[in-house]
């Protein structure tokens, strides 16, 4: 299971939204080997005012941040953080000057999903890769 948040200056977030999930939902698929069907995306597009960023970021300034149960291996974690980068700016335009990545990891009992908890659901892909 993961669940991803991006966070976004709401003029330049909301006309690439269906984009961005897309190319984000390529790299989750590729990386943590999810099954197409399983995208759990939520935009929050922010006025100016309501998203400071570091110098150097311009209006394309994104947040990712994705929740996931734990088990991952690490070199998998990396290589979706590096396919988000490379595919959003070759795709989307943002450069990886303008992207934030995070990576949250809880265990699988701490999960609620389809009227069960996480630890006693049985998944169609694997949590381990």
């Known amino acids: 299971m993961?669940?991803?948040k991006i966070y976004g200056i709401k003029d330049h977030l909301?006309?690439?939204k269906r984009q961005?999930?897309?190319v984000i939902h390529e790299c989750v698929v590729e990386a943590l080997q999810f099954p197409q069907?399983?995208?759990a995306h939520r935009?929050?597009?922010l006025?100016?005012?309501d998203l400071f960023a570091p110098s150097g970021r311009t209006h394309a300034y994104t947040i990712i941040e994705i929740s996931m149960i734990t088990g991952r291996e690490v070199a998998?974690?990396?290589k979706l953080i590096r396919l988000l980068f490379d595919r959003i700016q070759e795709k989307i335009g943002?450069?990886?000057q303008d992207i934030e990545i995070c990576i949250h990891e809880s265990p699988a009992c701490n999960w609620g999903f389809r009227g069960m908890h996480g630890d006693e659901v049985t998944l169609n892909y694997k949590i381990n890769v």
């Open 2 to 4: 993961a669940q991803i």
């Open 14 to 16: 909301n006309p690439i």
């Open 20 to 22: 961005l999930s897309d």
């Open 37 to 39: 069907d399983k995208r």
């Open 43 to 45: 935009f929050f597009p």
């Open 47 to 49: 006025e100016k005012d």
């Open 76 to 78: 998998t974690k990396k």
């Open 94 to 96: 943002i450069t990886n």
